[in-house]
T-cell receptor, first 118, second 108 residues
């Protein structure tokens, strides 16, 4: 089972709204990621959680706020977004957290949330 | 400088053709390498890992050249269903960086 589940699949929000994106995996993976992908562009790394602690923040604006309530869940709280934040938001997970070469280095993606900010 | 550079294509090839994609990466400390396939408006799906010894999965062959810092993907006997965007990915200390993706269209 290599399933990462994201909800909602689609979200439309105004610039004054507050919303949250949710991600869940039950594979026992210890690293979870948020990526942002604009059309015809590669996924851009936003945040990495390792063992439920934020380990990487790629200089993401504070209107995006990640949260990892437990080892299976990852949220992305959205507030005061701009229209240019419209994109596909992808959650991903990986079994291990180390940087060493091993068979557990594969990254698995959820199906994403297509976000439109009006 | 980008972590990963990839020719965006597009590649338009007839069914049955052989097509090759390449990526270069900038950081020699990069540790593991992958090819992903992404269909329109879908998430990237892992296609295969890439090793220095080369690895093959059916019609797909991936190769890593650490000395030149590039990775390649060869698709033989292209099928219509191979039409997608192919992204290379590089893992450096748990941070996965992606190339821009190469668009492939296989034509009947």
């Amino acid at each position: 089972d290599t399933e990462v589940t994201q909800t909602p699949k689609h979200l439309v929000m105004g610039m004054t709204n507050k919303k949250s994106l949710k991600c869940e995996q039950h594979m026992g993976h210890r690293a979870m990621y948020w990526y942002k992908q604009k059309a015809k562009k590669p996924p851009e790394l936003m945040f990495v959680y390792s063992y439920e602690k934020l380990s990487i923040n790629e200089s993401v604006p504070s209107r995006f706020s990640p949260e990892c309530p437990n080892s299976s869940l990852l949220n992305l709280h959205l507030h005061a977004l701009q229209p240019e934040d419209s994109a596909l938001y992808l959650c991903a997970s990986r079994p291990g957290t180390g940087g060493t070469l091993s068979g557990d280095e594969k990254l698995f993606f959820g199906s994403g949330t297509q976000l439109s900010v009006l | 400088r980008k972590e990963v550079e990839q020719d965006p294509g597009p590649f338009n090839v007839p069914e049955g053709a052989t097509v090759a994609f390449n990526c270069t990466y900038s950081n020699s400390a990069s540790q593991s390498f992958f090819w992903y396939r992404q269909d329109c408006r879908k998430e990237p799906k892992l296609l295969m890992s890439v090793y220095s010894s080369g690895n093959e999965d059916g019609r797909f062959t991936a190769q890593l050249n650490r000395a030149s810092q590039y990775i390649s993907l060869l698709i033989r006997d292209s099928k219509l269903s191979d039409s997608a965007t192919y992204l290379c990915a590089v893992n450096k200390l748990g941070q996965f960086y992606f190339g821009t993706g190469t668009s492939l269209t296989v034509i009947p």
